[in-house]
């Protein structure tokens, strides 16, 4: 088993910023997908961001490109969201979720990936 623990969450004002932070129990970034889902209440969990280990193109939701960036650090086993930008329809539950090797999913599915974290609040509102 793999446990991911999230940590970065907060309160921000729009359009500030936070940097979320990923990390694994042991090695998940190697030949395989880590990435990024959040759920709002009354709301399905949709998938934010992710990307496969070792590769450069990771794959954004419509409504964060250009805002948020995933990225890895794969010595520490730890993968990244930094959100800049941010809107009150960003407030949210963060989960970091991976695959274990052998999946080779590495989209937003929800229902495609084999551990998750806890999840972090997010909170964007005046």
């Known amino acids: 088993q793999v446990q991911l623990v999230e940590s970065g969450g907060g309160s921000v004002h729009p359009g500030g910023s936070l940097r979320l932070s990923c990390t694994a129990s042991?090695?998940?970034?190697?030949?395989?997908?880590m990435g990024w889902f959040r759920q709002a209440p009354g709301k399905e969990r949709e998938g934010v961001a992710s990307?496969?280990?070792?590769?450069?193109?990771?794959y954004y939701h419509d409504s964060v490109k250009g805002r948020f960036t995933i990225s890895q650090d794969n010595a520490k086993n730890t993968v990244y969201l930094q959100m800049n930008s941010l809107k009150p329809e960003d407030t949210a539950v963060y989960y970091c979720?991976?695959?274990?090797?052998?999946?080779?999913?590495?989209?937003?599915?929800?229902?495609?990936?084999?551990?998750w974290g806890q999840g972090t609040q997010v909170t964007v509102s005046s």
């Open positions: 990307i496969w280990s070792n590769a450069p193109s990771p």
């Open positions: 979720a991976a695959t274990r090797r052998g999946n080779w999913y590495c989209g937003l599915s929800n229902n495609r990936y084999d551990y």
């Open positions: 042991r090695d998940t970034n190697t030949n395989n997908c």
